[in-house]
C-alpha cells in the first residue's frame, strides 16, 4: 500500500515539477532498507535542497517553493520508510543525519523563512573562509567566495569571477520581491551587511589587476549600483517593521530537537547557560584571588612582540596536545594553526578576542581546534557520504561551537597553563562572554527582548568591560544568532553535551574494568566527523538515553 501511494505521488509530481526534479525522481529507487538506499536517497536529497535557477540564480520565489513543496514529500516519505532496526549504529546516525536535514527544509520552509524575513539572506559576496564547515547563519546558494580567488586572475578564474559578479544585480532585485517579511530587527541588522557589501566591491577596484581590466570594472560597478539600490529600498521599507524576529519558545524548542538534534528545550538551555555564567564568574574570582600575589599578565605593545608571543603560544599549544596524550597531532595541525594566528592590533581597536589574544593567544587558539577539523574534512576526508561534507542548515554547531568552546577549559585543566596562572583567568572570561551572548539570544527569539536588549546582557555580563571597547562585534555575533536559532548557545550548551559524553564513555570504560585515555576519546571524537554531538556521544557509547527528547517527539 504504501509503494502504492508513492506511486502515485510521483505521478502527480509528473505535472508539478521542473524537468530537474523529474529527472531527479525518476532516478529515485524504491527503498529495500539498505544503507545504499539512504546514500542514493541522500544524493537526491542534496540535489533538491539546491533550488532551481531563475535567471540564472538562485530561485527563492513564493511560486516556486510552493511549486517545489509536493516533491519534497516525497523525499521525506521515502526517508521515513526506510526501516533502520538492523542497521549499525554508525549507519543509524547517518540516517538521523538526513532526517535532520529534511527538517530543517521544512522548519525554514514553514517558520524561519530567511528568504522573506531576513535581508542578509541576500548578502552574496564573502572575503573570507567560515573557521566551521559552512558559512554561519542562512545563506543563500548564489555566494561569490573571493577567499578562493588569487589575484592576478587566470583567465579560466576570471571567467568564473565575472559570471559570479553578474549574479549579484539580479539577486538584489529578486531579493525586492521576496522580502516581504515584517521581523524589525533582522530587516535593521540586515541592511548593515547588505551596506558592507557594496563596501566590499567597491574595494575591489582598488586592486592593480582589476583597475585596468574594464569588463570587470563594469561589471563591479553594475554590482555596487544594485546593491546600494537594494540598502536604499531597505532603509525606505524598515519604516513600515514592527514584528517581533524571534521564533518564539516552542518553535525554538522543535527546532533544537529535530533540526539540530540538541536533546534540550529552551527552558534547558536558559537554565545551563545561567548555571555556566555564574560558574564562569564566580571561577574567575576565586582564579584571581589566588593569583593575587602573582604579576598581571601585561599585553604586548608592538607587532615584533606580537608575533614572537604567537609563534611560542602555537608551539607551545601544538607541544603539550603531542606530549601529553591529548590528542593524536597531525601533521597538518601546525600549519592549519599558523595560518591564523593574528597579527598586532593596537590597543583601542582591539575587540573582546583581540584583547585576550595581545596577552596570551592560547586560549583563543585552543577554540581554533576549529581549524584541525576542517584540514581534517580535507585531508582525512569521512567515508560516510552523508558526514564528507558540511551538514545544511548549520546542523554541525553543537559539534563544532561546542567542541572549541570545550576545550578551551579541557585544555585548561589537562595543564596546559600550569606554568602560567594568570592566562587561566582569560579562560573563564571567555566562558561568560559566550554564556550572557548566548543567553541573550535566547531571550530575543522567545521574544522578550528586542536584539539590542539582548546585547545588553551580552555587554553588561561580560568580565572586565571587554565587550564594550567596540560595537561591531557586539552587533555581528547578535544578529547572526537571531538569525540561526541555536547559534547562540551553542557554544556553552556544545560544550555541556561534549561533557556529558566524555563522562559516559568514561563511565563505560570504568564499567568494563578498563581505564581511560584521554587521547582514546579525543581519537574518537574526531572519527566520527562534524556531526551533532548528541550524535557523536551515540555512536561513541553505544548510549542512547540522552537522546530521549528527540525519539519522544
Known amino acids: 500500500m504504501k509503494q502504492l501511494i508513492i506511486i502515485l505521488s510521483f505521478s502527480f509530481l509528473a505535472v508539478s515539477c521542473t524537468n530537474t526534479e523529474k529527472s531527479v525522481l525518476q532516478k529515485q529507487t524504491y527503498q529495500s532498507n539498505s544503507y545504499d ?95 566551521v564547515p559552512a558559512h554561519e547563519g542562512p545563506t543563500n546558494h548564489g555566494t561569490t567566495e573571493l577567499w578562493t580567488y588569487t589575484f592576478p586572475l587566470s583567465s579560466q578564474e576570471r571567467a568564473r569571477f565575472i559570471m559570479d559578479l553578474k549574479g549579484i544585480p539580479v539577486l538584489n532585485g529578486q531579493a525586492k520581491k ?33 583597475k585596468s581590466d574594464a569588463e570587470i570594472v563594469a561589471v563591479i560597478n553594475k554590482a555596487v549600483s544594485s546593491t546600494n539600490e537594494l540598502v536604499f529600498w531597505l532603509q525606505d521599507e524598515a519604516k513600515s517593521k514592527t514584528g517581533p524576529s524571534g521564533i518564539g519558545k516552542d518553535n525554538y524548542t522543535w527546532y533544537l530537537q529535530n533540526v ?30 589566588r593569583n593575587r600575589n602573582l604579576p598581571e599578565l601585561v599585553a604586548v605593545s608592538a607587532p615584533k612582540a606580537y608575533n614572537k608571543m604567537a609563534d611560542e603560544a602555537a608551539t607551545s599549544l601544538i607541544n603539550f596536545l603531542d606530549k601529553q596524550d591529548i590528542v593524536t597531532v597531525k601533521p597538518y595541525f601546525d600549519a592549519a594553526l599558523r595560518e591564523h594566528l593574528g597579527e598586532f592590533v593596537p590597543k583601542e581597536k582591539r575587540n573582546f578576542f583581540l584583547i585576550g589574544e595581545h596577552y596570551d593567544p592560547r586560549p583563543l587558539y585552543s577554540h581554533f581546534y576549529h581549524w584541525f577539523e576542517l584540514a581534517r574534512m580535507d585531508k582525512e576526508p569521512h567515508k560516510s557520504k552523508v558526514r564528507k561534507g558540511a551538514l545544511l542548515y548549520n546542523i554541525f554547531d ?30 573563564y572570561i571567555m566562558i561568560a562572554q559566550r554564556a550572557a551572548r548566548g543567553l541573550g539570544s535566547l531571550y530575543a527569539h522567545a521574544n522578550e527582548m528586542t536584539m539590542e536588549e539582548a546585547g545588553g546582557i551580552h555587554s553588561e555580563y561580560t568580565p572586565r568591560g571587554w565587550m564594550k571597547t567596540e560595537k561591531e562585534l557586539l552587533i555581528f555575533e547578535q544578529h547572526l544568532y537571531l538569525r540561526q536559532p541555536g547559534y547562540g548557545s551553542s557554544y556553552i550548551t556544545g560544550k555541556y553535551l561534549l561533557e556529558n559524553a566524555l563522562a559516559d564513555y568514561a563511565r563505560i570504560q570504568e564499567l568494563q574494568g578498563k581505564a581511560f585515555v584521554t587521547k582514546d576519546f579525543f581519537d574518537a571524537l574526531n572519527g566520527i566527523g562534524n556531526i551533532p554531538i548528541s550524535l557523536g556521544h551515540w555512536q561513541m557509547t553505544g548510549q542512547k538515553n540522552h537522546l530521549a527528547p528527540i525519539f519522544e517527539d
Open 398 to 427: 553543537s559539534r563544532n561551537e561546542g567542541t572549541a568552546t570545550a576545550v578551551e577549559e579541557m585544555f585548561m585543566q589537562a595543564g596546559l597553563y600550569d606554568h602560567s596562572p594568570r592566562t587561566k583567568e582569560i579562560v
Open 260 to 289: 539540530h538534534l540538541v536533546p534540550l528545550t529552551w527552558e534547558d538551555e536558559v537554565m545551563i547557560l545561567k548555571r555556566e555564567l555564574a560558574r564562569a564568574w564566580s571561577s574567575l574570582k576565586l582564579e584571581e584571588h
Open 37 to 131: 538506499d539512504l546514500v542514493s536517497l541522500f544524493h537526491t536529497w542534496r540535489t533538491f535542497e539546491n533550488p532551481p535557477k531563475l535567471e540564472g540564480v538562485p530561485d527563492y520565489t513564493v511560486t516556486t517553493f510552493h511549486k517545489r513543496w509536493p516533491t519534497f514529500k516525497v523525499l521525506q516519505a521515502e526517508l521515513k520508510g526506510i526501516d533502520t532496526t538492523n542497521w549499525s549504529i554508525e549507519n543509524q546516525v547517518d540516517w538521523m543525519i538526513v532526517w535532520a536535514e529534511m527538517n530543517g527544509y521544512d522548519f525554514n520552509h514553514h517558520i524561519l523563512k530567511p528568504w522573506v524575513r531576513d535581508p542578509a539572506f541576500y548578502k552574496t559576496v564573502w572575503e573570507y573562509k567560515s573557521d
Open 178 to 210: 521576496n522580502l516581504t517579511g515584517n521581523a524589525k530587527d533582522l530587516w535593521i541588522a540586515g541592511i548593515r551587511d547588505i551596506k558592507n557589501q557594496s563596501n566590499i566591491l567597491t574595494k575591489l577596484k582598488e586592486k592593480q589587476s582589476i
